[in-house]
């Protein structure tokens, strides 16, 4: 079984930086590539960034050159650092593997708003 605890949100204005975090209950999780999803209010669920075994990240368009994932093996730690935050950064933000393990594996995720 599987459990990921999320962290870090919080109100950020415009412009600002947050440090999102995850601990992942996950057997073997070096080997696995982690993901940083975000669901806004009315919209899917979506993959914001990736991180595979060896370090190599992917962003999605919209967060390139905002946002940083980055890993702590020794700690089952995922981490996202988000800058010149904007107020489309605005949801609930999940970790898991990548693709996501299944259904019931989403833990609560942390809110983050963008807003003045």
């Known amino acids: 079984q599987v459990q990921f605890v999320e962290s870090g949100g919080g109100l950020v204005q415009p412009g600002g930086s947050l440090r999102l975090s995850c601990v992942a209950s996950v057997r073997m999780f070096s080997i696995y590539t982690m993901g940083w999803y975000r669901q806004a209010p009315g919209r899917q669920r979506e993959l914001v960034a990736r991180?595979?075994?060896?370090?190599?990240?992917n962003y999605v368009d919209s967060v390139k050159g905002r946002v940083t994932i980055s890993r702590d093996n020794a700690k089952n730690t995922v981490y996202l650092q988000m800058n010149s935050a904007n107020p489309e950064d605005t949801a609930v933000y999940y970790c898991?593997?990548?693709?996501?393990?299944?259904?019931?594996?989403w833990g609560q995720g942390t809110q983050v708003t963008v807003s003045s």
């Open positions: 991180i595979d075994s060896g370090g190599t990240a």
């Open positions: 898991n593997i990548y693709p996501p393990y299944g259904s019931d594996s």
